[in-house]
């Protein structure tokens, strides 16, 4: 069997989007609706007749509604086999007729949890009835067709308007993969809510991640690599996944990932000081904060001109016009920020392959929450590196105390370099970063690295000297020799924040002495890999 006749369908949907036209078009072809509660009137208001489910099964909706559909006239007439002599005899014993269509969508328990509603509330919202039917309908769809999305509904009635009332088989095919995969993923938000909000396990024994995706990307790092983008199931915090692109053209994988990079850190800054990131390759190139945006992005800029070349931007304040005229000054693929103003958004207009993105609010950098990894065989998940550090959290392990000035150059090139990949070693003066040393195999030649592109940033910029001469340094790791730290030295560092921890501490803090640095440790490292 093939084509299939839809002559009864069973609608049951809490997403009343686009019912009535249904309705409408499934009667047009000599179809009876049978429907259950808020679905029933829904129809019957759009002038349908309707068919309840008690009048079907001869049994009345009972306790609240949790039990209407589970019943052997429902799922007998969804999960019978209609070239099966057996199963037909079956149901003429029982009065039961087909049901060729099904048409349901789930109780909205993630937008149940996503606005705070009490246990209870939440417990209700689990639906039995609705994923019995789908996963009947969809097991038996050689016979029988299954909508779980109201997306789907203009392709159900164009299949029936060309196919005379019936539909293939590729048809329903399709809507029983589509409705399998709405089930998991269901039952996936219900498990995962289960496991991490109402029982509050962090490694729950079997890991269940709703996710759906959003777009198809043109490929991935490389292009014989296919990728495409998913967002989770379940609201949560918002990200890059979820910013308005502007213009320009889509995204790509790795637009996608260095933009996230650069949203991440940019977060990290206080929204009453406008603050600045320019991010290569997942690496920012170039950070600062200012008493403007526009001095913000020159400063970050300033720190590696070469590397800000095709580079994603990301601002903590709305976009104005001129922040938005400097950063058309070279090619730059993606631009941040919360918002824009319609002369920035102008200016950007003329650039068409230019891709902004709002994002609004940025969320709360210091929030709970998981990363992933793969590897071959196998995924690794560890909660995100929300750790955060303060003037108060500081040891200071070195005879000469940091200065003010030092205290604050220390703090920000340590919110930096939580951002940069290890080893990390990152410069900073006066609310810039002076030099970035990134992903180094020794943190030796990080610190090297780091203190010749501020020598190299310098000669562009014809300045008298590197902006490492006076800065702080920012190590994410401990130094397991004194040799980083007297690269740092050479370079003109005169304050170094680290996690501390190394067998060689006092060999390294005996060496800063001898070099009339202040040192603080955190006690805290941010390896990032």
Known sequence: MSDVTITRALLSVSDKSGLAELGQALVRHGVELVSTGGTAKALREAGLAVCDISELTDFPEMMDGRVKTLHPKVHGGLLAVRDNAEHVAAMEAHDIGAIDLVVVNLYPFAATVARGAERPDIIENIDIGGPSMVRSAAKNHAHVGIVTDPSDYAELVGELDSNGGKTSLEFRKRLAAKAFAAT????????????????????????????????????????????????????????????????????????????????????????????????????????????????????????????????????????????AAAITEIFTEVVIAPDADDEAREIFAKKKNLRLLLTGD??????????????????????????????????????????????????????????????????????????????????????????????????????????????????????????????????????????????RDDEVVAAADEAGLAMVFTGMRHFRH
């Open 362 to 503: 940025f969320a709360d950098p210091a929030r709970p929450g998981m990363t992933m990894k793969t590897i071959a065989g196998g995924l690794l998940f560890q909660a995100r590196d929300n750790g955060r550090i303060g003037a108060d959290d500081l040891k200071v392990v070195t005879k000469r105390q940091p200065t003010e000035q030092e205290l604050a150059d220390c703090l920000f090139a340590w919110t930096v370099a939580k951002h940069v990949k290890s080893n990390a070693i990152v410069y900073a003066k006066d609310g810039s970063t002076a030099g970035v040393g990134a992903g180094q195999m020794n943190r030796l030649e990080s610190a090297r690295i780091a203190a010749w592109k501020a020598r190299d940033a310098a000669e562009k910029a014809g300045w008298g000297e590197a902006r490492t001469i006076g800065s702080a340094v920012a190590s994410d790791a401990f130094f397991p020799f004194a040799d980083g730290l007297m690269a740092a030295v050479e370079a003109g560092a005169t304050a170094v924040i680290q996690p501390g921890g190394s067998i």
């Open 184 to 323: 998991a993923a269901y039952d996936s938000m219900i498990a995962s809510w289960f496991a991490f909000a109402d029982q509050g396990e962090q490694f729950p024994e079997r890991l269940q991640i709703p996710v759906h995706r959003k777009q198809a990307l043109r490929y991935g790092e490389n292009p014989h690599q296919a990728a495409a983008l998913y967002v989770p199931d379940m609201p949560g915090a918002p990200g890059i996944a979820q910013a308005e692109q502007l213009q320009g053209k889509e995204l790509s994988y790795n637009n996608f990932n260095d933009a996230d990079a650069a949203l991440e850190l940019v977060s990290e800054f206080e929204a009453a000081q406008p603050a600045c990131v320019i991010v290569k390759h997942a690496n920012p190139c170039g950070v600062a904060v200012a008493g403007s945006a526009i001095e913000a992005y020159r400063s970050a800029f300033a720190c590696d001109t070469v590397s800000a070349f095709g580079g994603i931007v990301a601002l903590n304040h709305a976009l104005d016009a001129e922040t």
